[in-house]
């Protein structure tokens, strides 16, 4: 019985593993690395709590929330001695107009605070609703829709009008 339970775990991490990647590295902003991490850990929780995670109505939904929560709490925990930089020696030449937005949205996104940066991948990535959104961050639907204009209002100002030259190549 314990190995079937390993078994149906296994397979979700490998069916579920890309998608919380990549929501993974929009959270984190482009830092693969960490992004990685993150999912690894989520994946962990997931498998220690897998009798929980299996009786929930929507698994997927479940490891997502544990992502984003891991992603929070990873922020919280920063050492006060890290520094983040502005630029990131390891990123991709930009030559291409696709990978020029998607350089450019990431590096918008990384100027974002932790929050407004899980709300944005939340409600536009993930395509969630605000009160499920709330539910993943423990706030009120009052604040994430706060967070989401407010976050939008940024991300606006850091691409500028012109982040449709970025779009057409």
């Known amino acids: 019985m314990r190995q079937g339970r390993a078994?149906?775990?296994a397979e979700f991490a490998v069916a579920r593993a890309g998608h919380l990647y990549r929501a993974a590295c929009l959270l984190t902003a482009g830092d693969t690395h960490l992004a990685e991490d993150l999912v690894q850990e989520t994946l962990g929780r997931v498998y220690v709590h897998w009798g929980r995670v299996s009786r929930a109505e929507n698994?997927?939904?479940?490891a997502q929330t544990v992502l984003t929560r891991t992603f929070l709490a990873h922020q919280r925990r920063r050492s006060s001695t890290e520094r983040t930089m502005d630029v990131l020696p390891d990123r991709a030449d930009a030559a291409g107009g696709d990978a020029v937005l998607r350089l450019t949205l990431l590096d918008a996104l990384g100027q974002l605070p932790a929050k407004d940066r899980a709300v944005v991948v939340l409600r536009y990535w993930?395509?969630?609703?605000?009160?499920?959104?709330?539910d993943v961050l423990n706030a009120s639907q009052a604040a994430?829709?706060?967070?989401?204009?407010?976050?939008?209002?940024?991300?606006r100002d850091l691409l500028g009008e012109d982040i449709?030259?970025?779009?057409?190549?």
Request: charged share 25%.
């Open 7 to 9: 078994e149906a775990c």
């Open 59 to 62: 698994p997927a939904a479940y």
């Open 126 to 134: 993930e395509d969630r609703s605000i009160a499920e959104t709330a």
């Open 144 to 155: 994430v829709r706060t967070r989401c204009v407010r976050a939008l209002g940024r991300l």
């Open 164 to 169: 449709g030259a970025y779009a057409h190549p």
